[in-house]
T-cell receptor, first 113, second 118 residues
Framework: DAGVTQSPTHLIKTRGQQVTLRCSPKSGHDTVSWYQQALGQGPQFIFQ???????QRGNFPDRFSGHQFPNYSSELNVNALLLGDSALYLC????????????FGDGTRLSIL | AQTVTQSQPEMSVQEAETVTLSCTYDTSESDYYLFWYKQPPSRQMILVIR??????QNATENRFSVNFQKAAKSFSLKISDSQLGDAAMYFC???????????????FGKGTHLIIQP
């Protein structure tokens, strides 16, 4: 049973560019959340998708956007990249309803030059 | 806004000994969930243990147990018989139930780096 998979593993971009990160949830999960983890910090919640709609959003600018597809996979898009966007981006999936724990992927390491 | 504080940036323990990691949180909610996650160098965040705020009994998972003090807003993690494989960053996390079901976004602390000395 495959867990949460993210691609790519590593990515290098320059300031001002745009990037798309991808996430496939654990089999059977329908809710996907994205987190940004700066070096030496705890993850910060970006947003959550459920039934192809953004359901909840953390304190991130509109440069961060996302999408969820009918198969529950998700993309995170970041426009106009800044040096401060360099971080590990984690995707987590869960079942809807009740007290369901979030299962995390291995993350995408994004470096901005 | 909810906040989670981990006051110990780093902790060190001898193999086979017991260690306690501290976590406090701030919330005005009465119903919420608390978690401890482990993040080894492989980067994947792994759930260690969770606690529902409405349950008075402290959660236990094998060598891992918590001391949940709701009035003090404290949620510490005790690791018994520490093993080399326990070495990792440990994050305390909080979330509230979402009225529409599913899992809300987690609020994490800054983490505690646990070192296991052989």
């Amino acid at each position: 049973d495959a867990g949460v998979t993210q691609s790519p593993t590593h990515l290098i971009k320059t300031r001002g560019q745009q990037v798309t990160l991808r996430c496939s949830p654990k089999s059977g999960h329908d809710t996907v959340s994205w987190y940004q983890q700066a070096l030496g910090q705890g993850p910060q919640f970006i947003f959550q998708y459920y039934e192809e709609e953004e359901r909840q959003r953390g304190n991130f600018p509109d440069r961060f956007s996302g999408h969820q597809f009918p198969n529950y996979s998700s993309e995170l898009n970041v426009n106009a990249l800044l040096l401060g966007d360099s971080a590990l981006y984690l995707c987590a999936s869960s079942l809807a309803g009740g007290n369901q724990p979030q299962h995390f992927g291995d993350g995408t390491r994004l470096s901005i030059l | 806004a909810q906040t989670v504080t981990q006051s110990q940036p780093e902790m060190s323990v001898q193999e086979a000994e017991t260690v306690t990691l501290s976590c406090t949180y701030d919330t005005s909610e009465s119903d919420y969930y608390l978690f401890w996650y482990k993040q080894p160098p492989s980067r994947q965040m792994i759930l260690v243990i969770r606690q529902e705020a409405y349950k008075q009994q402290n959660a236990t998972e094998n060598r891992f147990s918590v001391n949940f003090q709701k009035a003090a807003k404290s949620f510490s993690l005790k690791i018994s018989d520490s093993q080399l494989g326990d070495a990792a960053m440990y994050f305390c996390a909080y979330r509230t139930p979402y009225s529409g079901g599913g899992a809300d976004g987690l609020t994490f602390g800054k983490g505690t780096h646990l070192i296991i000395q052989p």
